[in-house]
Antibody, heavy 121, light 112 residues
Framework: VQLVQSGPEVKKPGESLNISCQLS????????VAWVRQMPGKGLEWMGA????????RVSPSLRGQVTISADRFSNTAYLQWTSLKASDTGMYYCARHRWSGSVQTEFDFWGQGTQVTVSS | QSVLTQPPSVSGAPGQGVTISCTGTSSNIGARYGVHWYQHLPGTVPRLLIHTNNNRASGVPDRFSGSKSGTSASLTISGLQAEDEADYYC????????????FGGGTRLTVL
């Protein structure tokens, strides 16, 4: 199982950004992919998740309208996108897979290596 | 402010045991969701330790154990070792947030 994320990014406020998470080594259609961020000096925060097979997705209520979570099932890749970055978006971003057990979401058992995003003028 | 509440820090001497608490509500831990625990060392990727309340992930030593009761959960680490020094996070989901994932604020474990 591998979740391989795109490399570090340095951007200016107002710029757009798209980071990726390449999925391999497992049946992609059996798992959702979540995005988890860690801002400097802070804890882990769930941002949202996407199902690569049909791109069904959900975003944290606190982040709706600020980020887009999507996936491409043909390339087995999940994406996290911003149209207008802010300095407060600076942080480490992880992708992680999880299943559904019946109607219940489960644990994040495999994680990507993380993508550092720095937004500064 | 995190949805799940953890103590900011705990400490213990090598060989001793510590317990990290995670307090939630009836819409998350007290609902239909399990509680999961992760270990996060600085500069590394979070590692799953315990899933669904009390199940150790593959390769996790039996010094780590988890439990859940009502709207709270706990992670117990026995026989502390220097390499256990890390941040520990509990995680679940929350019905009042449309099934969003939620984390505790994290607990820094210091091995004295």
């Amino acid at each position: 199982v591998q979740l391989v994320q795109s490399g570090p990014e340095v951007k200016k406020p107002g710029e757009s950004l798209n980071i990726s998470c390449q999925l391999s080594g497992y049946t992609v259609t059996r798992y959702w992919v979540a995005w988890v961020r860690q801002m400097p000096g802070k804890g882990l925060e769930w941002m949202g998740a996407v199902y690569p097979d049909d791109s069904d997705n959900r975003v944290s209520p606190s982040l709706r309208g600020q980020v887009t979570i999507s996936a491409d099932r043909f390339s087995n890749t999940a994406y996290l996108q911003w149209t207008s970055l802010k300095a407060s978006d600076t942080g480490m971003y992880y992708c992680a897979r999880h299943r559904w057990s019946g109607s219940v979401q489960t644990e994040f058992d495999f994680w990507g290596q993380g993508t550092q995003v720095t937004v500064s003028s | 402010q995190s949805v799940l509440t953890q103590p900011p820090s705990v400490s213990g001497a090598p060989g001793q045991g510590v317990t990290i608490s995670c307090t939630g509500t009836s819409s998350n831990i007290g609902a239909r969701y399990g509680v999961h625990w992760y270990q996060h060392l600085p500069g590394t990727v979070p590692r799953l330790l315990i899933h669904t309340n009390n199940n150790r992930a593959s390769g996790v030593p039996d010094r780590f154990s988890g439990s859940k009761s009502g709207t709270s959960a706990s992670l117990t680490i026995s026989g502390l070792q220097a390499e256990d020094e890390a941040d520990y996070y509990c995680q679940s989901y929350d019905d009042s947030l449309s099934g969003s994932g939620v984390f505790g604020g994290g607990t820094r474990l210091t091995v004295l």
